[in-house]
């Protein structure tokens, strides 16, 4: 990732991340050795099939998942020289909402049905950020305006069900942004809107980011998602990150045929009316069976011999810092010998 000039170190870093499953199956390698970093101010995309890992290592970061016994990490989450994964439930608490946020997929799930939206950015301002009830009303009103919900003060009294898909992912963001954090996960946040709600919501959330210089990490199956707006994307298979640099650079130069993938099978507007969609053949391997190896080489068109054997590293040639897992890169469209 690029280095920030000042020398400061980054605002989030994920250093060789585990979160495995245990499951009366065995264990699931749902993120499996994952690093990366990024600095105030920028926005990651995460792509990648569903079940790649993408939303387990978004809530690895903001730790939710279960503290039963049946998950089981490894590495650490460091947010501002702070290691997340040594601090105890209660302090976590205080991390999420004012520090880390997150935008979940569905907002009909996040939202609670049956409180109004007043009632539920309240509650953030006042549990979380010392708000008295009055002002809280006012300041909900104000995020509700922000995040551009029109006559703000006639949507708190309404409940979720009264507004539609795209408004109820702008009250999610409202609620996100409540406690002004410094980090923003939006997990698949476009996925159950409309193509013109989605480009509004994109649109909401580069402004947001621009305005409060807050990072965000933007998880999308759709590499066009995050053309537009993602300074940097990391490119997730099976639990693991295949491929990561700029947003331009990938792009135009992917190097792992996974993510070529993924770019053919997106619809071309070009093409002619019900012209096939291309394919990524089979299936993304079982994270309880992982083949040896590269774990993508079972699907890929390129597959050798040394693929099946040995799995890459993720790193990159010389001093790019275009990082990939492939032992034969694409060089303009052709695996390189």
């Known amino acids: 990732m690029e280095k920030n000039s000042h020398l400061q170190p980054p605002l ?33 995309g995460i792509v990648g099939e569903s079940g790649s890992g993408k939303s387990v290592l978004s809530r ?3 730790d939710i998942l279960s503290r039963d016994g049946s998950v089981a990490y490894k590495g650490q989450v460091i947010f501002e ?24 997929q569905d907002p009909m799930s996040s939202l609670n049905p049956v409180k109004k939206i007043g009632v539920q950015i309240t509650e953030v301002l006042t549990k979380k950020c010392g708000f008295a009830t009055g002002p809280a009303r006012n300041r909900a009103a104000e995020l509700l305006d922000s995040v551009g919900i029109a006559d703000p003060e006639r949507q708190l009294n309404n409940y979720p069900m009264h507004l539609s898909g795209g408004m109820r992912q702008r009250v999610a963001i409202a609620i996100a942004l409540a406690g002004e954090p410094k980090l923003l996960i939006a997990d698949e946040p476009t996925t159950a809107l409309d193509v013109t709600i989605q480009g509004q919501i994109l649109n909401l959330l580069q402004q947001l980011q621009r305005k409060n210089n807050m990072a965000i990490i933007l998880i999308t199956h759709d590499l066009g998602v995050v053309a537009g ?13 295949v491929e990561m640099c700029k947003t331009e650079e990938l792009l135009s130069h992917p190097r792992m045929p996974y993510t070529e993938a993924l770019m053919k099978s997106a619809p071309v507007l070009s093409a002619p009316p019900h012209s ?4 990524i053949p ?3 391997p079982n994270l309880m069976d992982l ?3 590269c774990r ?13 054997e040995i799995m890459p590293k993720l790193e990159s040639e010389k001093s790019s810092e275009h990082l990939y897992a492939c032992w034969f890169p694409l060089n303009n469209g052709r695996p390189s010998s």
């Open 60 to 62: 690895s970061i903001i």
């Open 81 to 104: 020289g702070r290691d997340l994964r040594s601090l105890s439930a209660r302090e976590m608490r205080n991390v999420r909402g004012r520090e880390i946020a997150m935008i979940f």
């Open 276 to 279: 096939r969609l291309d394919t």
């Open 296 to 308: 993508f080489h079972e699907r890929c068109q390129y597959v050798q011999e040394k693929c099946r």
């Open 291 to 293: 083949p040896g190896g």
């Open 12 to 44: 989030l870093e994920v250093v060789n991340l585990y979160t495995h499953f245990r499951t009366p199956r065995g264990i699931a390698h749902a993120v499996d050795g994952i690093s990366f970093s990024l600095e105030q101010g920028q926005m990651l």
């Open 229 to 241: 707006y993602a300074d940097q994307v990391a490119v997730m298979y099976a639990g693991q990150i």
């Open 282 to 284: 089979g299936l993304p």
